[in-house]
């Protein structure tokens, strides 16, 4: 399948630890957020979302927080699991669009067992 | 399988042929948008509909790609007289009707123009 993340930069975890991944996003506007990861061959898979009016989310083994002062978003995974092991994107939503998402640069997480 | 179709799931294409592709949305999402994704990049927005009206382009459009979504359910996007450069990974998503839903994406669309 293709690689989607060359020349992406890589994050590299051992099994089990946490981690964590950053985004800054562009526009001060922007009033909702997703994390997407995304493996070679495959579209974007909807990972969580926060929206501008909140700083923390949480799902299942997954964190984000969203700092709207210094506009950087993070993803926080923990336990990491090889099957976690893909490239992730932010995505920013600005208010008053028609939901079209613009998206961020990605980053390769790499889980070693 | 009840997620966003696309088909064909790879292309290729000599310059300058037309291409077509085509995109199942889920079921009752009245929200399709078609995104271009190149290696090492994220997807890049390129036009959105409502239903079976095209509401925004992106400048990334340019005059050889037009979308449409006749009867609000499927869409196509067709590239004619296609370039090297529009090789990329054309995607597809959907999202219900509402305030800041998530977008769903298809599996894409694999175009090498050779």
């Known amino acids: 399948g293709e690689n989607v993340g060359l020349h992406l930069p890589t994050l590299s975890v051992q099994e089990g630890d946490n981690s964590i991944i950053n985004c800054a996003y562009s526009?001060?506007?922007?009033?909702?957020f997703i994390w997407y990861k995304q493996e070679s061959g495959k579209g974007p898979q909807f990972i969580i979302d926060?929206?501008?009016?909140?700083d923390k989310r949480q799902g299942q083994r997954v964190t984000v927080l969203l700092n709207k002062t210094v506009k950087h978003l993070s993803l926080q995974i923990a336990a990491t699991q090889p099957g976690d092991s893909a490239v992730y994107f932010c995505a920013e939503k600005v208010a008053g669009g028609y939901n079209k998402l613009i998206f961020g640069a990605g980053t390769r997480l790499a889980v070693h067992p | 399988d009840t997620g966003v179709s696309q088909d064909p799931r790879h292309k290729i294409t000599k310059r300058g042929q037309n291409v077509t592709f085509r995109c199942d949305p889920i079921s009752e999402h009245n929200r399709l948008y078609w995104y271009r994704q190149t290696l090492g990049q994220g997807p890049e927005f390129l036009t959105y509909?409502?239903?079976?009206?095209?509401?925004?382009k992106s400048r990334l459009l340019s005059d050889r790609f037009s979308a449409e979504r006749p009867k609000g359910s499927f869409s196509t996007l067709e590239i004619q007289r296609t370039e090297q450069g529009d090789s990329a990974m054309y995607l597809c998503?959907?999202?219900?009707?509402?305030?800041?839903?998530?977008?769903?994406f298809g599996q894409g669309t694999r175009l090498t123009v050779v």
């Open positions: 526009n001060s506007a922007s009033d909702y």
């Open positions: 926060i929206r501008s009016n909140m």
């Open positions: 998503a959907s999202s219900p009707g509402g305030v800041a839903t998530e977008a769903f």
């Open positions: 509909f409502q239903n079976e009206a095209q509401l925004e």
